[in-house]
């Protein structure tokens, strides 16, 4: 016979010497003072090296164990829980050997005392209440041969067995399931991921979930690449446990100097100073996507702690008061779907949920999952470029709020120009449809057009002035004959067809002063421009009114953005003012005077400032 | 004092507390509990871990967070305990299954869900009354059936070993044993160890 005893010191040696000299192999297993000594002593380790240092290799007809296995507390029940270890070690050549149990017990009150007992209703297992050589030699021959494919799944459909119920030790659990599921999808091989699986792979619930939810190793490679740029950091208190590599292999094509990783600074310090080092991180290294683990400090797995009061949902609402564009992807375990709600409240960008034994039922669930993460980080590292929109709606605010005028016109405008900006800035959020960035940009046109309105900027009537520092030129003359019914203005800039701009010019014409107009004066009195072309407004109007028209195939992109937010910047910025084309008309208009000419019917505002200067 | 409990994760022992406020603060009355605050705690701890702590009070049993020591915090505690016959509860949610051990002195590593149950106040209660009782009350109500199935496992395999009255033989190493649990739960015969194992499993 080739049976294998598993004892301890409290059965006989005389019973184990007949053994070895009848059935086959006995082995002692004892857990010394000494063992327990040791700071990574796990039963469970202790059992998977027991198991493969002493046994390996070796296949056994019948393996016998004592329900205890413990010398001084019978209720430990070890010689069942290893029991389960030979089941679901995989490694160990014995997954589907028959194992009898022996003890005076009996099943009722096993099962009383202890939750293990599922492992004795599974097929393959045999209990004895006789601890003799001719009963154990009689129950071998009591065997039936299974099959062992059969054996398997019946034994795994029949047991549960739960992960410690402690939140940090699951927790690791999950993030090695995790890992080790990811690690092969992007097929990563080296040292670090194979010494990180072994960690956990003595574990009992980390075998069990293997063996329920084998990885399969047929589906081909994962072969993605991220198709934009941007700085990515990665923030995660695990890194070294395998989340660095994985995260280095997701971004492999950008820069290296394009990627940082924080996390393995945070042990040991607690939630605040945690907070405190991502922050600093993030604008040193002037991120554009964080990828963000949910709980960076043992605190925040503690059962029942609020979202609110979760290490990465404070870190978000400080990323985000930084920079509302700073893209945020949150990496979590978490399926609660009030949690989710309270992270899309606080602006989180994106999910990644990390991979969980619940998940891999479905076998395409590890793919499917490393599929998202690439999509959200290419999402969002193309939404990046809504940290400039950030930056630029905030000096907007700035510049807007600093003009200390009373006006009630103007404190309107304040507020009609802030939930502008903010509408606009939620409409270039939905990057992949074109059609919210055209309002965005309609959007941001309409502070414009709010600006010119202002009386203290341009005033429209008859006689319309531009206004500049403290200055008003007189712009344009309503000559409407009432009589004839003729309409006609007289404008002291000219359109030049030919370049599509206006300039400084005596003119007469047929046209309207629209918003194309005004801009313009204001561009040439209010701000000194002469080659208003640079400032782009041209295109800028010519973008709104193809977008308002609704023009088949026009997509605005990110630069005319850019270009709308710097012509803002440049218009609302009072100390952008320049009268230089101020005074060049007036030293124009003086050279009129001298040949007799009539400034004073042209432009009044001049007229008195010359008068003004005069007497200076 | 009696009864050191170093706890470096309070927020765990709130919840454990949250519904027996009172009777948690009960245990503190006596003055025989000293469980210093966080921080002072993880001062203990790293004095543990670099073999700096002195036992100076008279404490009868430690009660620890395991993964709070390093591997040399676990020895200078093993250490200590042995020299000064002092009990020790490890407790900790890395650990999967209890273990038990009274070689060089009492001890017992529990998962920490084990440890903060129902079970906890009322040992304490009984510890500072009386600081002779074995750890493993706090693992199980019926703890005294643990004894009697090993009293009776060690019986049974007594009757196959045989006669020898070697003093150093594995038979005399069983009746040592046997002699340890009968002065805890008295001396017994199968016949009777039977029937009162089966009463108390009745009972459960």
Known sequence: ??????????????????????????????????????????????????????????????????????????????????????????????????????????????????????????????????QSIVNFQKKVLEINCENEFELRKHFLDRIDIKPSVNHTSHHSISNEW??????????????????????????LYYKYLLAKYPINTTQNPINFQLKNKGNILFVDDELEKGWEEIFAKISNVLPKESVSFIGNEFKGEDPKIIEELVIGRVIQ?????????????????????????????????????????????????????????????????????????????????????????????DLCLK??????????????????SRQKLNLEEYSDFISRTKSNLEVAFHLFYNLNDFKYKNYGYLQLFQVIEDFIRLKNVFEEGNLSYVFCKEKKVLVLQNLDDKISGSKKFKSVICFNEHKHIYEIKDCESLRRPDTYYKISALLIFRYGITGIG?????????????VAHGEPNVIVSENDIIQIFDFLILILDKNKQNDRNINNLITESKKKENHKTTLADVNPALEELLKKMDKE | MKILLLEDRPERQKKFISDKIKSWENIF????????????????????NNYSFALNQTFKLLIVHRSALKSSGISHLSSICKEKKIKLIYFSGGI?????????????????????????????????????????????????????????????????????????????????????????????KLEELHKSIQQKINYL
């Open chain 1, 178 to 203: 995790a890992i080790q599921r990811w690690a092969n999808a992007l097929s990563l091989d080296s040292v670090k991921i194979k010494s990180i699986t072994e960690n956990v792979g003595s574990s």
């Open chain 1, 383 to 400: 939404r990046s470029f809504l940290k400039k929109i950030d930056t630029y709606i905030s000096n907007i605010n700035k510049l807007i």
């Open chain 1, 285 to 377: 290294f002037k991120a554009d996507v964080i990828v963000l683990d949910l709980r960076l400090h043992e605190i925040d797995f503690v059962e029942g702690t609020s979202i609110e009061d979760i290490t990465g949902y404070k870190v978000l609402q400080q990323i985000k008061k930084i920079n509302k564009g700073i893209q945020v992807i949150i990496f979590s375990a978490t399926n609660k779907i009030w949690n989710l709600q309270a992270l899309q409240a606080a602006e989180a960008d994106g999910f990644i949920i990390k991979e969980s034994p619940e998940n891999s039922v479905d076998e395409n669930f590890t793919n499917q999952s490393i599929e998202n993460i690439y999509k959200i980080i």
């Open chain 2, 96 to 188: 999967s299954q209890t273990i038990y051990n009274s070689q060089d002195f009492e001890q017992i590593n529990l998962n920490s869900t084990d440890f903060y149950s129902d079970l906890l106040i009322p040992f304490l209660q009984n510890f500072i009354t009386n600081d002779s009782i074995s750890v493993l009350e706090i693992f199980h109500t019926e703890w005294k059936i643990s004894y009697m199935m090993l009293y009776r496992q060690l019986l049974r395999n007594l009757e196959l070993t045989e006669e020898d009255y070697d003093l150093d033989s594995d038979r005399s190493y069983i009746l040592r044993r046997i002699e340890k649990i009968e002065n805890v739960i008295g001396k017994m």
């Open chain 1, 534 to 546: 640079k400032t782009n407004w041209n295109k800028i109007n010519k973008n709104r009114n193809d």
């Open chain 2, 29 to 48: 009355i006596s003055g025989q509990i000293f469980m210093p605050e966080v921080n002072d705690c993880k001062v203990i701890i790293e004095q543990i």
């Open chain 1, 1 to 130: 016979m080739n049976s294998l005893l598993i004892y301890n010191n409290n059965i006989s040696p005389d019973f184990v010497s007949d053994f070895k000299a009848v059935m086959g192999e006995a082995f002692s297993f004892s857990i010394t003072n000494q063992s327990l000594s040791n700071e990574n002593f796990t039963f469970d380790k202790f059992t998977t090296e027991f198991l493969l240092q002493n046994l390996n290799k070796k296949k056994y007809d019948a393996i016998f164990l004592p329900f205890s296995l413990a010398e001084e507390n019978y209720l430990e029940f070890s010689g069942i829980s290893l029991g389960y270890h030979i089941r679901l070690t995989k490694e160990f050549c014995n997954k589907s050997t028959p194992i009898i149990f022996f003890g005076y017990e009996d099943l009722y009150t096993i099962n009383k005392l202890s939750s293990k007992g599922q492992i004795f209703f599974t097929k393959n297992i045999y209990v004895t209440n006789e």
